[in-house]
């Protein structure tokens, strides 16, 4: 049986650590999701793009 997830640290610190991640090239990538929203699904290539991104 999984047992409940819990946080590591207090949650009044996500803002805090999430503040100090940022991605090299989100520009990129925002641009590609912008142009799969608008058409409403991704190409191969942009989904490639958005896989790599966020691995």
Not at 14 to 39: K, P
């Amino acid at each position: 049986m999984p047992t409940e997830f819990q946080l590591q640290f207090p949650l009044s610190d996500v803002t805090f650590l999430a503040a100090r991640y940022a991605y090299a090239d989100d520009a990129g990538v925002m641009a590609t999701a912008e142009g799969a929203r608008r058409r409403g699904w991704y190409t191969r290539d942009e989904f490639l793009t958005v896989a790599r991104w966020k691995t």
